[in-house]
């Protein structure tokens, strides 16, 4: 966010910087470092384009390096209640807008009531997504979690 805060994601530092991770769980003793747009962060990143990702950008780098070269590794998990509904937080706009999901399926009074308000796409019957004010939310909640070794 725009105040330093991580939304939901898997971390790590690598080279005394921190990034996004792939997996907070090692595959095979290497992990996934993740940079979202920008320019491509050397000629060992590989680019990807995924043009209809929600609340990211469509350009995405990833380089996979040995998992002993990051440390501090951990995942964070931001919630908070929309209209009594539990959400995750995904990312913040230029605006202040946070993008959220529903977690499984919430009541259709409810989801219905947020495509309405709001503008929330429906991912099937599954969840409901879309970008709300911050005041819209409360219970606001950071969680973090570290790799266990």
Request: no cysteine; aromatic share 10%; hydrophobic share 35%.
């Amino acid at each position: 966010m725009s105040d330093g805060t991580k939304l939901s994601g898997s971390y790590g530092t690598w080279r005394g910087k921190e990034l996004e991770l792939d997996s907070t769980r090692p595959l095979r003793g290497k992990l996934v470092l993740i940079q979202d747009g920008g320019d491509s962060p050397g000629p060992e990143w590989t680019e990807q384009h995924f043009p209809n990702r929600f609340a990211r950008t469509p350009v995405h780098f990833r380089r996979i390096v040995d998992a002993n070269e990051v440390s501090d590794v951990h995942s964070i998990r931001a919630t908070a209640k929309l209209d009594r509904v539990s959400v995750e937080l995904l990312a913040e706009d230029h605006e202040g807008r946070l993008a959220v999901q529903t977690f499984g399926q919430a009541a259709p009074n409810f989801t219905d009531k947020f495509v309405e308000e709001f503008g929330f796409e429906r991912y099937e019957n599954a969840f409901v997504f879309g970008w709300v004010p911050r005041h819209a939310l409360v219970e606001i909640t950071i969680e973090r979690t570290e790799r266990d070794k």
